[in-house]
């Protein structure tokens, strides 16, 4: 069985973000939704989310898109998480900023070795949450 797994702060979501979660779905028999923690939201983009990580995944498992939805590791890139599931395929938004050769490598020298797609927008100008948040 291949399991997917998308990663993401999940804040005001939005048809974006259900766009991304369908297209992750594709990917794989089985979808584990990881939801990022209110600490590290703030570590990554400088402020607190406008709902907290306990919300927000309360809406992703509210989707039901998800055959998993859990909250993230509390330390960034441990990727305990992805050792703890050893997806077969790793699915990233189109504006998350890692790099898919810096990430393989991390990967790689924890044994594991996903396949890495990242998922193309969805009406960005439109649908993004930073432009929602205004």
């Known amino acids: 069985m291949r399991t997917a797994m998308a990663f993401g702060t999940f804040d005001l979501l939005h048809p974006g973000h259900i766009y991304y979660l369908k297209k992750a779905r594709e990917l794989a028999d089985r979808l584990v939704v990881v939801v990022a923690r209110d600490e590290n939201v703030l570590r990554a983009k400088g402020r607190k989310p406008?709902?907290?990580?306990?919300e927000r995944l309360a809406q992703i498992q509210g989707?039901?898109?998800?055959?998993?939805?859990?909250?993230?590791?509390?330390?960034?890139?441990?990727w305990?998480?992805?050792?703890?599931?050893?997806p077969t395929v790793i699915a990233?938004?189109?504006?998350?900023?890692?790099?898919i050769p810096s990430l393989q490598?991390?990967?790689?020298e924890l044994g594991l070795s996903p396949e890495i797609k990242r998922i193309g927008s969805f009406k960005p100008e439109k649908y993004k949450s930073s432009k929602l948040r205004k």
Do not use: V
């Open 50 to 54: 406008l709902h907290n990580e306990k």
């Open 63 to 78: 989707l039901e898109m998800a055959d998993e939805a859990i909250l993230g590791d509390r330390e960034m890139r441990k």
């Open 80 to 86: 305990g998480i992805i050792k703890r599931f050893h």
């Open 92 to 99: 990233l938004g189109y504006d998350q900023s890692i790099a």
């Open 105 to 108: 490598k991390e990967l790689k």
